[in-house]
C-alpha cells in the first residue's frame, strides 16, 4: 500500500476550492502512454497550471496499473526537473466501476477516484458511491460521484439519449454520499463524434449551482473536435467524417462557475493521429517510431496548453 502523498500527489479539495473562487476549472487529460504524459506535464509546467492525470479502466489494462503509477510518481519528478518548485498534480481514477477498482486505485497511490454508479438505479448509486467515498476518505483521497447519463458509450455501457441531471436529487445524493465533487449531464458525450444540442443545457447547470452552492462540479465528454486536426487527419488517409465536439465557448463559460474539472482526452488522440499520420504520409521510409511519436508529442503539448489557456483559464495558478 502506497499514500499519494508519499509521492508528492495531491487530491483535488483544495484545487477545486480555488478554482470556484477563481473562475477557471482544472484540466483533466486522460493519459495510457509516455508521450502524452510528458505533453501534459510539460504544457502544465510551462504554463503554471495545476493538473489532473487521468488513468480509465482501459488505460490500466492498456498500459498496466503498477507501470501508471510509477509513471504518475515521475510525473511529479519531472516536474520539478522542468522547473516547478511545487507542482499540484492529481492521479485520478476515471470512471471507476467497482468499489474493488477504486480501492486497488487508493492502494497505488491514486490522489482521487471516479465512482460511476451513473448507470445504476439512483439508491444503488447512493450506496456504491457512499462506500467508496467512507472507503477512500480514510486516506484523504477525493471522491468524484456521477448522476445524470451522457450519451453515447462509456466503457461497455451505451445510452442513446442524454438523462440530463435531475437538480431536484443533488441534494440528497451528496448528504447521502459525502462525495467530493458531481459529474453531471447537461448535454456533453464521450468521444469524436458528440450528440450535439447546442447550446449546452446551462440552465441544469444552473439548477445544480441554486442547489449546491460553491459545490465542486465535473463535465465530461468535454473535447471540441479541432477541425483542424480533424482535417489533417483526413487529408493524410483518415476517415473521420462528421467528427463533432462541444464549442470552445460553451466551456468557457462553464469554466467560469462552479465547474471546477472538464475532462479532454478525445482532443489529445485527435492531435496525436494527426501528427502520426502526417509523418507516415510526408516521410514514408521513415521507421524510427521517436521520428512521429516526438511530432505527436509536440502537438498535442500545443493543443493541452491552448486547453489550459485559452479554455479553461488554468494558467498562472500555481
Ligand atoms: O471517458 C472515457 C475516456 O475518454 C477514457 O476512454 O476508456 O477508452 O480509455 P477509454
Ligand atoms: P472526451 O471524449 O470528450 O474527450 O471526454 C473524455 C472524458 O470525459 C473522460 O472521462
Ligand atoms: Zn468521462
Redesign the pocket.
Known amino acids: 500500500m502506497v499514500n499519494y502523498k508519499d509521492l508528492g500527489l495531491v487530491n483535488t479539495r483544495e484545487m477545486f476550492k480555488k478554482a470556484i473562487n477563481g473562475g477557471y476549472a482544472i484540466p483533466a487529460f486522460n493519459f495510457n502512454n509516455m508521450e502524452q504524459m510528458q505533453a501534459i506535464i510539460q504544457a502544465a509546467v510551462e504554463t503554471k497550471s495545476p493538473v489532473i492525470l487521468q488513468v480509465s479502466k482501459g488505460a490500466r489494462q492498456y498500459a498496466n496499473a503498477t507501470l501508471l503509477r510509477y509513471m504518475a510518481q515521475g510525473a511529479v519528478e519531472y516536474a520539478k526537473e522542468l522547473g516547478c518548485a511545487n507542482p499540484q498534480i492529481v492521479l485520478h481514477l476515471?470512471?471507476g466501476d467497482t468499489f474493488e477498482t477504486c480501492k486497488s486505485c487508493i492502494g497505488s497511490g491514486f490522489s482521487s477516484v471516479m465512482i460511476d454508479g451513473s448507470h445504476l438505479p439512483y439508491d444503488e448509486n447512493v450506496a456504491l458511491t457512499k462506500k467508496v467515498v467512507e472507503y477512500a476518505h480514510q486516506f484523504d483521497v477525493t471522491v468524484e460521484g456521477e448522476l445524470g447519463v451522457?450519451a453515447g458509450v462509456?466503457d461497455d455501457v451505451v445510452a442513446e439519449h442524454h438523462t440530463y441531471t435531475r437538480p431536484e436529487e443533488v441534494v440528497d445524493f451528496v448528504t447521502k454520499t459525502g462525495c467530493d465533487s458531481l459529474?453531471i449531464s447537461i448535454g456533453t458525450s464521450?468521444g469524436a463524434y458528440k450528440l450535439v444540442p447546442p447550446p449546452l443545457a446551462f440552465d441544469v447547470l444552473d439548477g445544480v449551482m441554486k442547489e449546491l452552492p460553491g459545490f465542486p462540479i465535473v463535465l465530461?465528454?468535454s473535447s471540441s473536435v479541432p477541425q483542424e486536426e480533424v482535417d489533417t487527419i483526413n487529408k493524410y488517409g483518415g476517415k473521420l467524417e462528421a467528427a463533432i465536439g462541444i464549442p470552445e465557448d460553451e466551456l468557457r463559460k462553464a469554466a467560469k462557475s462552479a465547474v471546477c474539472k472538464i475532462?479532454i482526452?478525445s482532443d489529445s488522440r485527435l492531435a496525436m493521429t494527426a501528427a502520426v499520420r502526417k509523418v507516415f504520409a510526408e516521410k514514408p521510409a521513415e521507421f524510427d517510431p521517436r521520428k512521429y511519436l516526438g511530432p505527436a508529442r509536440d502537438n498535442m503539448k500545443k493543443l493541452y496548453e491552448h486547453k489550459i489557456v485559452n479554455v479553461l483559464g488554468s494558467d498562472n495558478k500555481l
Open positions: 476515471d470512471h451522457l462509456e459529474a464521450h465530461h465528454g475532462n482526452d
